[in-house]
Nanobody, 126 residues
């Protein structure tokens, strides 16, 4: 089981980025996938998730309406579309999947992630 997060970079305030989480070793449409971020000096924060049973998505209030999670089963990839980015969104972004606990979605708590991707840096300049 592997997750490969990519798509991070430097963007100006108000801009957009789309992150990808490419999976190998398992089908993304069978397991819940969550997105997280960790800013320097802060704990890893859950942003949202896509459920294992269907394409239902859940988001924390801080990103609701700005971030969108989607899944492409043909590419075995989950995406995080981020719009209206602000400097406070600067962090390393991670994807994670829950294969054993069945509790990742809807709460998106890091304690329920069984496998993590390596993270991708997002920097938003003001």
């Amino acid at each position: 089981v592997q997750l490969q997060a990519s798509g991070g970079g430097l963007v100006q305030s108000g801009g957009s980025l789309r992150l990808s989480c490419a999976a190998s070793g398992f089908p993304v449409n069978v397991y819940a996938i969550g997105w997280f971020r960790q800013a320097p000096g802060k704990e890893r924060e859950g942003l949202g998730c896509i459920s294992r049973d269907d394409d239902t998505t859940y988001y924390v209030d801080s990103v609701k309406g700005r971030f969108t999670i989607s899944r492409d089963s043909a590419k075995n990839t989950v995406y995080l579309q981020m719009n209206s980015l602000q400097p406070e969104d600067t962090a390393v972004y991670y994807c994670g999947t829950d294969h054993f606990q069945w509790k990742l979605c809807p709460g998106t708590s890091a304690e329920f992630v069984d496998y993590w991707g390596q993270g991708t840096q997002v920097t938003v300049s003001s």
